[in-house]
C-alpha cells in the first residue's frame, strides 16, 4: 500500500449542529435538541420550555454546600493524594453544581426522571448524593446498566471516590460474577441481575433506591425491569399515584424510590409511563465538535478507519482517538493493522497506545483506557457502542465513526420458533450524534464520520426497543415463574403477536410450560440457572442420563463471553493440525468436552505461563477456559440447591452427553437432504455446516446445532450429530405432554 491516508478533502465540513453554539455552551440544553440535525424530531416545545425551567431552577441552586461532605472526607483520610485528587475530580463535575437541588428533589419525588449529557457525572454521582445525603437508610441503592462491562468498571471508578475497597460499600453483581458484601449499599448490576432477583425477592425489598440507567436504550431487561417497577411501587409505596410525595402511605414501612436515568431528551415517555413523574435536567459540558463526513461510501470500514487514524496522528496535535467499530472481531483486526503500521512510524514521532474496550472484555482487562495518556503517546481506544453513552473516556479530541454497530434480531418463523441472530448494521441518528459528542468532552474536538452525509440522513432516528426484536423465551420463563405474562404485564411497548407465540412454543417444547401455558416443575428449575433455556434445559436433562458433569462442561464453555477457539483465516491449516488431537467423530460438542479435559490435565502439570502457552499452541482462547470454570462454579452451586448431583459422569460415553444437549437444543434440529445440505426439522430453513465445524464434510442424517449464522447463506454452528432414534422419541415425548 502507498499511502495509508486519505486525502484530507474526501471529507467534507457538514453544516453541523455539534458545532455548538455559545448559547448551547451555557448549557440551557445539550446540543441534539438545539441543534438543526434532529429538527423535527425534538417536537414537543411543551417538553422543551419545562426542561429549559427546570434547569433554571438547578442552575439556582448552583452553591457548593453539597460538595463540602465530600472535601471534608479528604482531610479526614490521611495523605491519599489519589483520593483527593479524585475528589477535586468530583466536585468538578458538571452534576456537582445541582448537587443541593437534585437531592432536594429525590426528597420530594419518589419517581424522578434525570436527563443529562453524557458524562456530566449522572452514573457515578448520584448513588453517592443518594447515600451521602441518608436518602437511602432503610436498604440498598441499585444501579442498573445494559452491559456488564459498564456495571463492573463504573463500580470500581465509584469505590476508588469513596475510598473504600471494590466490593465492601461499593460492589457489583452482574452474570457470572458478584462483588458483594453484607455492607453493599450501592450495587452497580446489570439490568438481567436485578431482573433475575424479581424470582426470589418479587419486591425488591432489599433496595430502597433503584436507579435505572441508561434507560434509553430500552434494553430488554431495563423494560422488564421499568415494568416490574411501577407494580412494586404502588405496592411498596400503597399509592398509585407517584406524584403522591410520600403522603398517604397504606405501609410507609419500606417506600421505594425509582430514578430513571437517560442520555437523550426522551423523557416524556418515561414520566408518561410513570404518571407524570418529575424531569429533571443536568447541564453538561459540551464543547464544539467539527464534523466531517466522507464524500463517498466506504467498502471496508475497517480500513477507512485505519487510514483515518493515521491522517489524524500524523497531521494533528495531541488528543486521543476513538474509533467506534461495531463488534470484537472487527476491533481486533484493526488493533493488527494500526500496531503494524505504528511499529513503522518514524522514531521521532508521537507513539500510539492501542486500548481496546467492548462489552465481552473480562473485569479490569480494559483499565489502561481509563489511565492519563502519557507524554508523547496517542491513545487509540477501539470501541463498541459501549463508549456511545456508558462509559465516558477521558482526553478523547477525535471520534472516527464507521457508522455501524451490531444488533440482536430475532428472526421469527412463520412455522413457530426463530432465532436471534447478531447483525451489523447502519446505526441511528441519535448514535452518531452520541458519538460526535464523545470528541467534545474536554475541548474543541473533530469527529470523522466514514459515511457520506446523505446516509447520515438516511439513517432512523433512534433504535426500536429490543423487546420488540429480540427472543423472549428466557424472559417469558423468568416472568412465569413470579405468576406474571408478557400479556398481562404492562409494557412500554408491547412486543409482536408472533415473536410472543414463538417464545411459547419454545418453552412448551423444551417442557417448560405445559399446554395450558403453565409453568412446569422443569420451567422452575430451569429458571434457576443462570442459563439460555436450551442450556439449562440440557443441564436438567442430563440428570436422567447421569451426565451432568460432562453436560455442565460444555454449557459453560458455551455460556462464556468470548470463543474458545481463535479462528484464523491465514493459519487454517496450523489450526486445524493443532486441533486434531481433540476432534471427536460425533462433533463440535464432545470436541469442546475433549479440550476442558486436556485442560484440566495440563493444569495439573503446568504453572500459568505453560498454560498459557498450551493454549496459544493450540489456538484456544484461555480467556474463554478460565471464564467457563467460573460459571462452572456458579453452576455447580445451583445445582447443589436442586438437589442435582453435579458430579454425575457417563466416563467415555458421548451419547447420553449428546442427548441431553438434544433436550435443550430441541428447536435447532436439522434432517440431512438429498443434495447434502440440511433442512430445520420445526422450521423451513435451509442451511448448512459452518466450514469451522468438525463435521464440515461428514454426512450425518440429523444434526443439533448451537447457533445459526448469516453469511451469503445460513450456516449451523456447533454442531453435533445425533440418533434418529433420539427424534423419534422426542417426538413421542413431546405428544404426550
Ligand atoms: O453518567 P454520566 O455519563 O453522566 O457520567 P459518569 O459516568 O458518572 O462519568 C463522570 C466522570 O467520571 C466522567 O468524566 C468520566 O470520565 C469519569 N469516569 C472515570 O474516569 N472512570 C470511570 N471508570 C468512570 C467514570
Ligand atoms: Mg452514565
Redesign the pocket.
Known amino acids: 500500500k502507498s499511502s495509508p491516508y486519505h486525502e484530507r478533502k474526501s471529507f467534507k465540513r457538514a453544516r453541523s449542529s455539534m458545532d455548538t453554539t455559545d448559547e448551547s455552551r451555557k448549557g440551557i440544553l445539550p446540543s441534539p435538541s438545539n441543534g438543526n440535525m434532529l429538527n423535527g424530531t425534538h417536537k414537543n416545545p411543551a417538553q422543551t420550555r419545562r426542561l429549559k425551567k427546570l434547569q433554571k431552577s438547578l442552575d439556582g441552586y448552583s452553591g457548593s454546600n453539597g460538595i463540602e461532605d465530600g472535601d471534608r472526607r479528604v482531610s479526614a483520610s490521611p495523605a491519599s493524594t489519589k483520593h483527593s485528587l479524585l475528589q477535586e475530580q468530583r466536585s468538578k463535575l458538571p452534576i456537582a453544581l445541582g448537587r443541593e437541588a437534585l437531592v432536594q428533589e429525590f426528597r420530594e419525588n419518589d419517581v424522578t426522571v434525570l436527563l443529562g449529557e453524557?458524562g456530566s457525572g449522572?452514573?457515578t454521582q448520584v448513588p453517592q448524593y443518594l447515600l451521602e445525603s441518608g436518602l437511602a437508610r432503610n436498604g440498598m441503592i441499585a444501579v442498573t446498566q445494559p452491559r456488564k462491562v459498564a456495571a463492573t468498571s463504573l463500580a470500581a471508578r465509584v469505590a476508588a471516590e469513596q475510598n473504600v475497597p471494590l466490593g465492601s460499600s461499593i460492589g457489583y453483581s452482574v452474570r457470572f460474577d458478584e462483588r458483594c458484601s453484607s455492607e453493599t449499599r450501592i450495587k452497580y448490576m446489570t439490568d438481567g441481575m436485578i431482573v433475575r432477583e424479581l424470582m426470589s425477592d418479587p419486591l425488591l425489598s432489599k433496595y430502597s433506591v433503584v436507579i435505572v440507567?441508561?434507560a434509553h436504550e430500552r434494553s430488554l431487561r431495563t423494560d422488564l425491569l421499568i415494568a416490574n417497577l411501577k407494580n412494586i411501587f404502588q405496592q411498596r409505596n400503597g399509592i398509585s399515584d407517584v406524584k403522591g410525595k410520600g403522603k398517604g402511605r397504606a405501609d410507609g414501612s419500606n417506600p421505594l424510590k425509582i430514578i430513571i436515568m437517560s442520555a437523550t431528551i426522551d423523557a416524556e415517555k418515561f414520566s408518561q409511563f410513570f404518571s407524570g413523574a418529575r424531569i429533571l435536567y443536568v447541564k453538561g459540558r459540551q464543547h464544539p465538535v467539527k464534523i466531517y463526513h466522507s464524500s463517498h461510501g466506504q467498502v471496508d470500514y475497517v480500513d477507512a478507519a485505519m487510514r483515518t487514524f493515521f491522517q489524524i496522528h500524523t497531521d494533528s496535535p495531541a488528543g486521543d482517538v476513538l474509533i467506534f467499530l461495531p463488534g470484537q472481531e472487527d476491533i481486533e483486526s484493526l488493533e493488527k493493522s494500526i500496531q503494524l503500521y505504528a511499529n513503522q512510524l518514524p522514531q521521532d514521532r508521537m507513539s500510539v497506545l492501542i486500548c481496546p474496550m467492548y462489552a465481552s472484555q473480562a473485569s479490569g482487562q480494559n483499565s489502561k483506557v481509563f489511565n492519563p495518556t502519557p507524554f508523547n503517546v496517542r491513545k487509540c481506544i477501539l470501541a463498541t457502542n459501549i463508549a456511545e453513552?456508558?462509559i465516558t473516556i477521558p482526553g478523547v479530541k477525535y471520534v472516527i465513526d464507521t457508522g455501524k454497530c451490531k444488533e440482536k434480531r430475532f428472526l421469527a418463523r412463520n412455522t413457530g420458533g426463530g432465532f436471534d441472530t447478531l447483525l451489523t448494521k447502519d446505526i441511528t441518528q441519535s448514535s452518531a450524534i452520541q458519538r460526535a459528542g464523545r470528541a467534545g468532552r474536554e475541548g474543541a474536538g473533530h469527529c470523522f464520520r466514514l459515511y457520506t452525509e446523505e446516509s447520515f440522513k438516511m439513517m432512523t432516528l433512534s433504535a426500536e426497543p429490543e423487546i420488540m426484536r429480540c427472543s423472549l423465551a428466557a424472559s417469558l420463563l423468568q416472568l412465569k415463574c413470579i405468576g406474571q405474562d408478557l400479556e398481562s404485564l404492562e409494557l412500554m411497548d408491547q412486543p409482536a403477536e408472533e415473536s410472543m407465540k414463538s417464545s411459547l412454543i419454545v418453552l412448551f417444547l423444551l417442557g417448560a410450560l405445559d399446554r395450558s401455558k403453565e409453568i412446569t416443575d422443569v420451567g422452575r428449575e430451569m429458571a434457576a440457572f443462570p442459563l439460555e433455556p436450551v442450556y439449562s434445559r440440557a443441564v436438567i436433562a442430563s440428570k436422567e442420563y447421569g451426565c451432568t458433569y460432562q453436560v455442565l462442561d460444555i454449557v459453560s464453555v458455551l455460556s462464556a463471553s468470548s470463543k474458545l477457539f481463535v479462528e484464523s483465516s491465514e493459519q487454517r491449516d496450523a489450526v486445524s493440525e493443532a486441533r486434531k488431537k481433540f476432534r471427536h467423530s460425533s462433533g463440535d460438542h464432545i470436541t469442546i468436552l475433549n479440550v476442558i479435559m486436556a485442560y484440566r490435565d495440563i493444569a495439573k502439570s503446568e504453572n500459568k505461563n505453560g498454560r498459557r502457552e498450551w493454549c496459544r499452541r493450540h489456538f484456544l482462547n484461555e480467556r474463554a477456559l478460565l471464564e467457563a470454570t467460573d460459571i462452572r462454579e456458579q453452576l455447580m452451586q445451583t445445582c447443589r440447591r436442586l438437589g442435582i448431583n453435579d458430579q454425575a459422569s457417563c466416563g467415555d460415553m458421548d451419547e447420553p452427553v449428546i442427548h441431553s444437549l438434544g433436550h435443550g437444543l430441541a428447536m435447532n434440529i436439522a434432517l440431512l437432504q438429498p443434495d447434502g445440505s440440511y433442512k430445520q426439522s420445526f422450521g423451513q430453513s435451509i442451511l448448512k455446516i459452518h466450514p469451522s465445524s468438525t463435521l464440515c464434510d461428514k454426512k450425518s442424517p440429523v444434526i443439533i446445532y448451537d447457533e445459526l449464522v448469516y453469511t451469503n447463506q445460513i450456516y449451523a454452528r456447533g454442531v453435533s450429530r445425533i440418533s434418529k432414534s433420539f427424534l423419534v422419541n422426542f417426538g413421542a415425548l413431546r405428544q404426550h405432554s
Open positions: 453524557t449522572k452514573t440507567d441508561e453513552t456508558s
